[in-house]
């Protein structure tokens, strides 16, 4: 069974006042900040399922992998959830 998945690189940055979402494909940059956060689930769980992106990024395992999974499955929903959920809101407090 052949796929078409399309490619991105992509990046996300979170600040207790700042979320950005940055997804590149070589041709088009796709930016999602806190106020298309719902958006940005929509676009990752396309069509339901996480099979349908290639995502490629920088500590992705251990970081921006995690927000992004509970991002698109709607357990954060605000620039304020993500950064209390990352690793820099835990250390806060």
């Not at 950005?20 to 900040?33: H, K, N, R």
């Not at 956060?37 to 676009?43: G, N, V």
């Not at 769980?45 to 995502?55: F, G, M, P, S, V």
């Not at 500590?59 to 499955?73: E, G």
């Amino acid at each position: 069974m052949k796929r078409n998945n399309q490619t991105y690189v992509y990046d996300i940055e979170v600040y207790p006042n700042f979320f950005l979402a940055l997804f590149y494909d070589g041709q088009e940059f796709i930016q999602f900040s806190a106020n298309s956060i719902t958006d940005l689930a929509e676009f990752v769980k396309e069509n339901d399922t996480y099979c349908d992106k290639i995502l490629i990024g920088y500590n992705n395992l251990t970081y921006d992998d995690h927000l992004l999974v509970n991002i698109a499955n709607g357990r954060l929903k605000t620039t304020e959830e993500i950064y209390k959920f990352s690793p820099c809101g835990k250390q806060k407090g």
